[in-house]
């Protein structure tokens, strides 16, 4: 089966560059259209009707964005996408594709870089996965700064795509090759990826502590930490047990906040006769 594709890059030497990389590698990607500014790829995709766009973020007149936003408004987003990023693209930017799930390709182009990004793509077509909550999510967290009320996707079983709250994730762990997060109200959903992968960007962009190899907290749901049995007590009675590397990650971290800035439900109290001897 031949999957249509369209290019929407301006440069041209990087658009060569792909076909080649296409047409040696994935043959199954028939080319069926090719743009270089933002009206013409979306005069390109309304015609062309492609079934995987490839998308450059900065083009001729504008961004790819604009591009997805006057389909959304005509509801013609019926493709799965894939962007081509530089690394002077915005850090926010590159955020909101991420916990978006889109998927994205860091230039210079070599096929290691975009092998596992095409392969899933091509995957999700024969599955018919839609993709119309990536790409509502990605052009709603460009236009507003990341917090806990942000919503990320996770990409779940069998394509299964699940909208979460970053405040209403308590807690998650790794079960072998996925990961369980666990929602306030008792929800779980299941992740198709490892903790890692996980783990590497909410621990950087959102108050997230891996406190074990398997598992990593919501800072704000902790309610308690007994240091001496590394036992951490988060919201909805959910327990969980730090490592010792984790437990003085953890240790560390408090003892660097200021008693008036940590969270509503930590008291002062606890906060001053904790034993950070133990």
Not at 38 to 56: H, N, R
Request: with cysteine.
């Amino acid at each position: 089966m031949k999957i249509k594709t369209a290019l929407i890059e301006d440069q041209l030497k990087i658009r060569e560059t792909l076909k080649m990389i296409l047409e040696v590698h994935f043959p199954n990607l028939e080319i069926v259209c090719e743009a270089e500014s933002v009206e013409e790829g979306y005069q390109k995709i309304k015609a062309c009707k492609p079934q995987l766009v490839i998308f450059d973020i900065d083009l001729i007149n504008g961004t790819s964005f604009d591009i997805l936003k006057m389909l959304q408004n005509e509801d013609l987003i019926d493709f799965r996408h894939i962007f081509l990023t530089a690394h002077d693209n915005s850090q926010n930017t590159i955020k909101a594709i991420k916990y978006s799930a889109s998927d994205y390709i860091v230039k210079p182009l070599e096929l290691e870089k975009i092998k596992p990004g095409l392969e899933k793509a091509i995957n999700e077509i024969v599955q018919k996965v839609s993709q119309n909550k990536k790409v509502d999510l990605l052009l709603e967290l460009l236009e507003k700064p990341f917090g806990q009320n942000n919503q990320i996707v996770i990409e779940g079983l069998k394509g299964l795509q699940s909208l979460v709250k970053v405040h209403d994730i308590i807690h998650f762990e790794s079960d072998e090759n996925i990961t369980v997060f666990h929602l306030v109200g008792g929800a779980k959903i299941i992740g198709n990826r490892n903790i890692g992968h996980f783990a590497k960007s909410l621990c950087v962009d959102f108050d997230f502590l891996q406190v074990s190899q398997g598992a990593v907290i919501n800072l704000a749901h902790l309610n308690t930490y007994q240091h001496a049995n590394k036992t951490l007590s988060l919201s909805e009675n959910k327990h969980v047990t730090a490592s010792r590397n984790g437990g003085k990650m953890l240790k560390e971290y408090l003892k660097s906040h200021d008693p008036k800035r940590l969270k509503a439900n930590f008291i002062k109290d606890w906060i001053e006769n904790l034993k950070w001897k133990n």
